[in-house]
Nanobody, 125 residues
Framework: QVQLVESGGGLVQAGGSLRLSCAAS??????MGWFRQAPGKEREFVGA????????LYAGSVKGRFTISRDNAKNTMYLQMNSLKPEDTAVYSC????????????????????WGQGTQVTVSS
């Protein structure tokens, strides 16, 4: 059974940091990503990692503040979030694909096959 389980969300003050984890099980994934959705807004791409190479790509709104990494042995993806802003407040979800996703499609939710349940991140001002 395929599972993606996020953890690490919480409440943090602006300027603070959080690290989210996404533990994957059940099969091998080739591309994994993070998305977020704030109340009343559409789901937004945060970043992605190509599992075999570790190559990453980020949305402009988080580039330079957020870092995605992965631990092959634990089959876990991480999202290190620094310099958090109130506008980063959202439910963060990880997603995984059973195939390589092209760079020009990695920001599209439909490109992913599996989704986690999401974890709330709240940044207070």
């Amino acid at each position: 059974q395929v599972q993606l389980v996020e953890s690490g969300g919480g409440l943090v003050q602006a300027g603070g940091s959080l690290r989210l984890s996404c533990a994957a099980s059940g099969r091998l994934f080739y591309t994994m990503g993070w998305f977020r959705q704030a109340p009343g807004k559409e789901r937004e791409f945060v970043g992605a990692v190509w599992w075999s190479t570790g190559s990453t790509l980020y949305a402009g709104s988080v580039k330079g503040r957020f870092t995605i990494s992965r631990d092959n042995a634990k089959n876990t993806m991480y999202l290190q979030m620094n310099s958090l802003k109130p506008e980063d407040t959202a439910v963060y979800s990880c997603a995984a694909a059973a195939a390589l996703i092209a760079r020009n499609s990695v920001d599209r939710p439909y490109a992913y096959d599996y989704w986690g349940q999401g974890t709330q991140v709240t940044v207070s001002s």
